[in-house]
């Protein structure tokens, strides 16, 4: 298991719980800039890499800023790997090995993928890890771990 995992799930299982027990769950989603973009600098599409893989995450015309800290405008990366369908986008993303959160506001990581291909995609998520109004993702891309 990822080492961010277990905290990022019991922190989006304790948050959801409050939300809904309160009725607020129409005010997770957070306005965010029209022209924010987020995107994966390296490694770059199509392209063969050995593991462990170190990724680096690129943002535009938004902050990137800790889970639990909420700003205006701002937010940070979740990663997703291999997934076939998004998560829902009104609901605190999920963690797991296919969603990894980084709510320290890291933009870089070396993780570990065994060989064979693989999707990555950035979704930036607001203070809730929830996805913001007009959702922050970044282009898909594949590489092939050798």
Do not use: C
Not at 18 to 27: D, I, M, P, V, Y
Not at 30 to 48: E, F, L
Not at 93 to 117: D, N, Y
């Amino acid at each position: 298991m990822h080492p961010y995992l277990l905290p990022v799930f019991l922190l989006t299982v304790t948050m959801s719980s409050s939300l809904f027990a309160s009725g607020a769950e129409s005010t997770m989603v957070s306005p965010v800039s029209a022209d924010a973009v987020v995107w994966i600098k390296s490694p770059q599409d199509g392209q063969r890499v050995s593991s462990p893989v170190t990724l680096s995450f690129g943002n535009s015309n938004v902050a990137i800023s800790p889970a639990g800290t909420e700003r205006a405008n701002s937010g940070h990366h979740h990663l997703l790997i291999n997934l076939q369908e998004l998560p829902a986008m009104d609901m605190p993303l999920p963690a797991s090995a296919q969603v990894i959160h980084f709510g320290k506001g890291q933009t870089e990581t070396t993780l570990e993928l065994e060989p064979g291909v693989h999707s990555l995609q950035l979704l930036l998520g607001n203070h809730l890890h929830v996805p913001h109004a007009r959702p922050v993702m970044s282009e898909k891309i594949t590489i092939t771990v050798e």
